[in-house]
């Protein structure tokens, strides 16, 4: 006796599969879809059928569905290779990028010379810094990469960081003369460091388009982060002189000013940009903060004051109200607005840091403490606020809470654990040894700290304390000199609080 | 109460019950026990300026333009103008500001001490009552070897020199002397001998520049309010060399400091190294603190970078007011304290071997007990005679507006006492030491003396636009005690820069003859000892200033022993009074 049902079910769940695929070449995806779905309830351990609508479900941007659809005809064929690449592709496009890299390697290991599941691999690691990897992989699969500017890209991307410059701007060179695949080139190597070939690629669009206006932008852009500021000024005159200059232009000339040190017109360009794009609050949040940079606090409250007004709902913008009360000492008044965004978002870090940071300075502790416990459960991979609860910690240890400095100490390590760079946390540490007389674990963890921040005259004060201790004199001498020109340049950098960014000061 | 006819027996307990404990009091008395009950009814310190007499006030010259001076003023000396025994007390007062006018005539006072408790103020009748800038610290030294304490006081943007004339009167000698460091903003000032020739010269510090003709503006928590520190340039120290004659020579450049400019506040003389040779530790306001080691030869060179005292552990300088020198451990080296701003810590450095210091301020419980304080005046002394030196530190706020911004930092703060529990820790006596450590002050200066020679260190502290408080200490005597009043010979008459060395029960007490110390204020030049429950004869090993050393066995305690410096290089001598 055979199920003649199940051979019934069998040739019509075929025949909707046929159908659906016919409709989905002629474009016709919503009742494709409709046909596929019908095949898979028929038969829904039909791999074949599952990957057909996995892939239309794929092509329809349903990409959860798709996924979890493929996932299922993996159950069915774990050795079909095609719908694991399909899986693979989905969660790339996912972000899922530890179980994508996991089905890739599976191909691999199962078909090695497989070029897309090369190329999606490489794509992979870029994405997560594996640069290595995907140097390898999509410089392997050449053919793969030149089809699409998204892939070159992704391989001059890594060449950059793996400081192949050379390479990295052949691989840009394969980029067509599509503008979009230039300006994505040239976005690359921006961020590469490679201004000129950045500024290279810029012009070649530039030349190619009529939008000159926006790509001049961009070039402006290349020019600031390559310090170039002067030119990056001379570049945006010409747009703010036009009658459809954009914030965006007086945004980035208020920065030029600004690194410039011409804090007036800075605030003239911010002020521009405010004016065109009132809506905006980036503009507010960067004049707030390049006023501070040049210690104009009370200028910065006054804008601080005039973003909460027209933002009321936004968490940066109290943020920002928050940091100036702090430089101006009015913890208290910092404690309510940090509070505030903290309430209009209790997921953004910087509300419950400053929050925090602000009640320690106004001696409230136990609140301080609070805030902190409750933001490092909620945010448990920030180590922002480990460090921070664990310069609390020291400072009770300090004042005679004896078991405050272990505390910190496991806060710190907490910390590294989740980011080894943290050069604060690192310093922290090194000096809680050294204050402990662990002296040889002190010098390592000081060491690292001024690797990563090398600019950090308090870590080289900290390492030549640890030199001095250890008997090595030179290295405690070389410590104190670039200790001593770091201060220097910090004393020189802090500028007594100016009341408005002009020649003439009023009350 | 219920009337009961007692028995005999009965009555006869009760009276024993009474007399007993009179009995075992006067047993104490006459055997001089630390009678139990007294010292523990006692606060340690009496405010005793109102019976003494003492109606001085000091004029800031708080104006709304804001001038950091405003806040800083507060001299005080303890010293004995009049060579009668009896230790008087010199107030310096601030001044007026271009909107900050006092309605009387401003004036210094120079309380005589009448011996009987109480003081009279002789100012006028000694010529130290006036001087034409405003007025900071003040430092008392016998510069001229006569025999009589003069007085240096310092100021802007001009210090004076009062020569004592002996006869109960001063003579202002600043031009003749040319010791009027113009221009400068000079705080506290130090009498040494840095090349013991036998006459004391003077070290000052100075602080920033500054003009009443230009005000800083800046404001806290929207009103106008004093700026930090910073907005002011620092300035090297003054050294005037003493020429034998009456005269000055200012040796700055050539000592080496002109090269290390900075907000000086605090400084104190004494030998660090123990080479015989008076060394500088000078409290810097957010500069880092110097540690001046005398080379020898005129100059001196800054180890405190080395010494890891010239900024905390993360490389900030701290803001440094005032500075005291003492063994607090006794091992035989001079450790250190520091006054600094809220938040900072005043600081406790002890001394090694290796010529490190160790920062002990959060161990020895310094750290907790003066978090929230801006620290000023500060001295070691041993108020209970118990061997161990204790700590007094003033406190007091610059700015009112720091109650609207902070919760736990108040504009007037409580002066701490602080026991040295001999353990390396110090211990809070707030609740026995008296009602003024239960108050709050904006306190300021801080000097330290015998003035009822009783055998126990008193104090009196300075307050910004306020009276000075004369505090009499009612335990000290309670233990056993010895000192020393030293008169120097070829060295200079002071003996600044002595070190004396007191052997009893097997333990040895170190003390130094220092110049300066606290903030803005000098002190009594006698050496006093505490000496715990022991009661028997001393042995004393001193090494006067310029070198000579002296031993001197079985000297009874209880007293002041007024001691000579042998002329011949006669090490041995013993003294019976």
Known sequence: MYDLSATENGTQAQAHADLGLQLARSGNLERAEAELRQAVDLEPRNAEFLSALGTLLAMDKKLEESTTIFRKALQVAPNNSTVRRYLAANLWQLHSYAEAKKHLQILLQQHPDDAPSRLLLGMVSENTQDYATAAKMLGSVPVEVIKRPESIAALASSYYHLHERDQARDTLRLLSGD??????????????????????????????????????????????????????????????????VTPQAYNLLGWCYHRGNEVKRAVEAFEHAISLAPGDESNYLDLGRILLAHNFVPVALDVATRATTQFPNSAPVFNLRGLVESRRLQFTDAIHSYAHAVQLDGGNVDSRLGLARAQ????????????????????????????????????????????????????????????????????????????????AEACKNLQQAVK??????????????????????????????????????????????ASVPSDEAHN | ??????????????????????????????????????????????????????????????????????????????????????????????????????????????????????????????????????????????????????????????????????????TDITDKAGVKNSGRWAASAAWFDYDRDGLLDLIVTNYAQLSFDNPKKCELNGVRSYCAQVAYVGLPLTLFHNNGDGTFTDVSVAAGLEKLPGRALGIVAIDVNDDGWPDLFVARDASPNLLLINKHNGTFEDAALDAEVAYDENGIAKSGMGVDGGDINNDGKPDFVVTNFNDQYHSLFTASSSGVYVDRTAVSHLAGLTKSYVGWGTKFLDYDNDGNLDLMLINGHINEEIESTRLDVKYKEPPLLLRNTGNGTFQNMREIAGATFLSTYLGRGLAIGDFDNDGDSDAVITTLNGHPILLRNNVGQNNSWIGFSLQGTTSNRDAIGAKVMVTSSGRTITRWITGGGSYLASHDKRVLVGLGGNAKPVNVDIRWPNGLSQHLSNLPTGRYHPILEPKAPNPFNQIHK
């Open chain 2, 1 to 170: 109460m219920k009337l009961t006819i007692d028995s005999p027996v009965t009555r006869q307990a009760r009276l024993a019950a009474c007399v007993i404990p009179l009995f075992v009091i006067g047993i104490c008395v006459a055997l001089s026990c630390r009678p139990v009950f007294a010292s523990s009814a006692k606060e340690i310190f009496t405010d005793v300026t109102q019976d003494a007499g003492i109606s001085w006030r000091q004029f800031s010259g708080e104006s709304p333009d804001r001038f950091l001076i405003e806040t800083m003023g507060g001299g005080v000396a303890f010293l004995d103008f009049d060579g009668d025994g009896l230790l008087d007390i010199f107030l310096v007062n601030g001044g007026e500001t271009p909107h900050g006018k006092s309605p009387t005539p401003l004036k210094n006072s120079l309380y005589r001490n009448l011996g009987n408790g109480k003081f009279e103020d002789v100012a006028t009748k000694a010529g130290v009552d006036k001087i034409n800038f405003y007025g900071m610290g003040v430092t008392v030294g016998d510069f001229d070897n006569d025999g009589f304490p003069d007085l240096y006081v310092t100021g802007f943007p001009a210090s004076a020199l009062f020569h004592n004339n002996g006869d109960g009167t001063f």
């Open chain 1, 179 to 244: 503008t979009k695949a230039v300006l994505l080139g040239a976005e690359i190597a921006d961020q590469g460091g490679d201004y000129d070939e950045a500024e290279r690629l810029l012009q070649l669009a530039v030349a190619s388009t009529a939008d000159s206006g926006a790509l001049e932008y961009r070039r402006a852009l290349v020019q600031y982060h390559a310090g170039r500021f002067s030119e990056c000024q001379r570049t945006l005159q010409p747009l703010i002189e036009t009658t459809n």
């Open chain 1, 452 to 497: 990563f921040s090398p600019q950090s005259s308090e870590a080289h004060f900290a390492l030549a304390r640890a030199y001095r201790r250890l008997k090595r004199t030179n290295d405690a001498a070389k410590e104190m000199d670039l200790y001593k020109g770091l201060k220097e340049k910090e004393l020189e950098s802090q500028a007594p609080e």
């Open chain 1, 360 to 439: 320690v300075s106004a001696g409230l502790i136990s609140d301080a403490t609070l805030t902190f416990n409750t933001a490092i459960q909620r945010f448990p991979k920030e180590p922002r606020l480990k460090v921070a609860y664990a310069e609390l910690l020291l400072k009770l240890g300090d004042a005679g809470d004896v078991v405050a400095n272990a505390r910190a100490e496991k806060m710190l390590r907490l910390a590294l654990a989740i980011d080894a760079s943290n050069s604060d946390a690192l310093y922290k540490l090194g000096n809680l040894e050294l204050n402990d007389g662990r002296v």
